[in-house]
């Protein structure tokens, strides 16, 4: 061996800017230097057996750094692995050029390759917790063992072991960290003991070898390794699988579901959710790759619609980014994820077919889930769209209870338009609601989907047009009251029909279409924001009238529908009073506003004021003098 065979040799690559970079901007902290250790370990021994079949089944012993007393060494925090091990070229070239490039796709290629280009990488992840790490390796193809040191100085040395040393050693590799104890990445904790048992039982539970950690202050071991329930989920007893859910996600799941990938060799189960999620929220998925944990928070693995499992998978067939901690986005992940997609739509047509009471339950917990998936899938959607909740006019009930009072579907294309006619609607013709998401899809959908299911949309003005008009004996008095009424509700663009209809004691009743409501919302903006935006809106009004003179968006105005069966209309018919009668209509209007669920704007309160004023002074006594 020539006599500078340990001189100091320099790393091909900025090294500190190489070990800011992973700390920063790859990794998401320094506890992934364990992870980086437990997949170089297992891809060392996955090398070995591919060799040699014969060799022994894979280990991994990590033993934890043990602080000194004060002026005492203490012991380093130790790695071994029983895989192919280095040769000294092999260590010179790998753990000295890897990372020489600091660009995201050289990062990428190299963990594309074989498992000794991740070795690199990997033991780079080291200097986060380390300033010095020590690799001892014996390789199992033959030659000496050697001892390869690097520093974050920007070097390291190397060196041939004798034959004796070589001898005693086993085939595999050995690497030693003193931790660091100062600097802005002080990280001596994660090298002991309870760090390293939760990190490396947290990383490499269901890794398919040994992975041991001993105590050094009680010489006792902890095997971290157990089986994985979730990949064999058919096999594995019910009792055993919804344990391991409740564990997973804090409380018991409603069901789990098998997911069988073959394509990307990904298994799992996924579990659905006892109780919706917060709306808007996508579940995260826990990901492991051949055993080693990727992720906890995976967000791309489920369908968007799948919002109300949380999936656990395991995976050799997708490719992880960079900093081993998501999946790449490509064809592998999008074909996964419409596969989990079909078992999910499986399982819920199974439940349809053996078990209709409990998808009733499941329905009642995650309609909109369902409901997403049946609004564009047809198998889905003719299984389970009976069951379906719907809100109508007559109360919530199933599309199916729906149906059996009526074979038509009445509904509204909005949640303001179903508010404002819902009470007034004959009870043996309700109206659904079909403001909701994906309820207006569905019920379009129903007559392919349900033989001899006729389907209508139905407006305010339809409604309000086939209310019941007076008795032509109250003609005049009612077409009186309707121009008098209009006059005192002209400052808020409403005018006053009177209709008859039931109940008799809804006085009121407050419509608008939704061309109306779109000028109003408008005009609404325009109060808030004045200026240039109440010009924007006159001149959109202007348009609208001119270049479509027939488009009620400009013109029309909401209405006041005053019922002449109610005693109350037939009283202000005939009511002198002008000041009572202007505060009635006006208190009857902002009454039925609130009905329908209407916003109050700035002159709707300012005439509720007044009206409220005026009355209240009245029944006290004031005369019209006091009160104007």
Request: charged residues 25%.
């Amino acid at each position: 061996m020539p006599d500078d065979a340990r001189a100091p040799l320099p790393f091909q690559v900025d090294l500190r800017g190489v070990v800011d970079l992973l700390s920063r901007h790859i990794y998401s902290g320094p506890r992934v230097y364990l992870r980086e250790l437990l997949q170089n370990g297992r891809d060392a021994v996955a090398a070995r057996r591919a060799e040699d079949p014969t060799a022994p089944s894979g280990a991994l012993l990590i033993t934890p750094h043990v602080a000194g007393s004060p002026g005492g060494a203490g012991s380093p925090f130790r790695f071994q692995d029983n895989g192919i091990g280095l040769t000294r070229d092999e260590a010179a070239e790998l753990l000295a050029t890897v990372g020489r490039s600091s660009k995201r796709g050289d990062l990428d290629e190299l963990q594309r390759g074989d498992y000794l280009g991740r070795f690199g990488i990997g033991l780079l992840s080291c200097f986060m917790v380390a300033d010095t790490i020590t690799v001892h390796s014996r390789s199992a193809r033959g030659g000496p063992a050697i001892e390869w040191i690097g520093h974050t100085d920007g070097t390291f040395t190397i060196r041939e072991l004798d034959e004796q040393t070589t001898a005693a050693r086993p085939i595999g590799s050995e690497v030693l960290l003193e931790p660091r104890l100062d600097g802005p990445l002080h990280d001596g904790g994660l090298l002991g003991h309870g760090a390293v048992l939760g990190l490396a039982t947290s990383f490499g539970r269901y890794l398919d070898l040994d992975v041991d950690v001993a105590d050094p202050t009680t010489s006792t071991t902890t095997r971290v390794n157990v089986e994985p329930v979730f990949r064999t989920p058919t096999t594995t007893p019910r009792e055993e699988l919804l344990a391991f859910g409740e564990e997973l996600l804090g409380t018991r799941p409603f069901d789990a579901v098998e997911i069988v990938v073959p394509g990307t060799d990904t298994r799992g189960t996924a579990f659905v959710l006892p109780s919706p999620p917060p709306p808007g929220a996508r579940q995260a998925s826990r990901v492991y790759l051949g055993g080693m944990l990727l992720s906890e928070q995976v967000d791309d693995l489920l369908p968007d619609w799948a919002f109300f499992v949380r999936c656990i998978v395991d995976t050799t067939g997708l490719r992880p980014t960079a900093s081993r901690e998501q999946l790449v986005q490509d064809d592998a992940l999008e074909f996964t994820r419409e596969a989990i997609g079909a078992a999910l739509r499986r399982w819920i047509l199974d439940l349809a077919r053996q078990r209709p009471h409990r998808l009733q339950e499941f329905i009642g917990v995650h309609q909109l889930g369902i409901k997403a998936i049946a609004a564009h899938d047809d198998d889905l959607a003719t299984a389970v769209v009976r069951w379906l909740p719907i809100e109508t006019s007559a109360g919530t009930m199933t599309i199916d209870e729906h149906l059996s009072q009526t074979g038509v579907i009445r509904y509204t294309a909005t949640r303001d338009e179903f508010r404002q006619i819902a009470a007034v609607v004959a009870p043996a013709s309700p109206i659904v609601n079909g403001g909701y998401v994906y309820d207006q899809e569905i019920l379009e959908r129903l007559p392919s989907l349900i033989d001899g299911v006729r389907v209508e949309r139905v407006t305010v003005a339809d409604e309000l047009d086939n209310l019941e008009p007076p008795h032509l004996d109250d003609l005049a008095t009612t077409t009186a009251l309707e121009d008098r009424a209009s006059r005192v509700l002209d400052e808020v663009e409403c005018r006053v029909s009177v209709r008859r209809y039931r109940p008799d004691d809804l006085a009121a009743l407050y419509v608008a279409d939704p061309s109306v409501l779109r000028r109003l919302e408008r005009h609404r903006a325009a109060a808030v924001a004045p200026g240039i935006w109440s010009q924007v809106v006159g001149a959109v009004d202007s348009f609208l009238a001119e270049a479509k003179p027939d488009d009620g968006d400009a013109t029309a105005a909401a209405r006041l529908c005053l019922n002449w069966n109610a005693a109350l209309v037939r009283r202000l018919a005939t009511l002198g009073d002008d000041l009572v009668f202007e505060r009635s209509i006006q208190l009857l209007y902002v009454q039925a506003l609130l009905a329908g669920h209407r916003p109050l704007e700035a002159r709707d309160r300012r005439m509720l004021d007044a009206a409220m004023t005026d009355l209240i002074g009245l029944s006290v006594g004031l005369d019209d003098k006091e009160l104007r």
